[in-house]
Nanobody, 126 residues
């Protein structure tokens, strides 16, 4: 069982930055591939970024955030991060982190993930 707790959301002006954190419980954090998803009001949840287990050398991003967002992990701290720069109003939403027990399958699909956090609100004003 893995419990995930997100933090770092808030209100920011367009062009600003935020850093989200997701702290995981349990001793096996390193073995989980991690992902970030978001859901805007009235919209479906969508993939944002993912990072593989252990080394974290492989990352994936949605086209809408490439070049602006960076996902990283610190296995010693059981934490995954999402650095968000050059934020736009369309980045507004609730951001969720998620964990899956395998690097196989699609990192882009929410149903591949086994555990989810409660979400943190990000609001970007224009």
């Amino acid at each position: 069982q893995v419990q995930l707790v997100e933090s770092g959301g808030g209100l920011v002006q367009a062009g600003g930055s935020l850093r989200l954190s997701c702290a995981a419980s349990g001793r096996t954090f390193s073995s989980y591939a991690m992902g970030w998803f978001r859901q805007a009001p009235g919209k479906e949840r969508e993939f944002v970024a993912a990072i593989i287990s252990w080394s974290g050398r492989v990352t994936n991003y949605a086209d809408s955030v490439k070049g602006r967002f960076t996902i990283s992990r610190d296995n010693a701290k059981n934490t995954v991060y999402l650095q968000m720069n050059s934020l736009k109003p369309e980045d507004t939403g609730v951001y969720f982190c998620a964990a899956r027990g395998s690097n196989s399958g699609s990192a882009y699909t929410g149903r591949e993930y086994d555990y989810w956090g409660q979400g943190t609100q990000v609001t970007v004003s224009s």
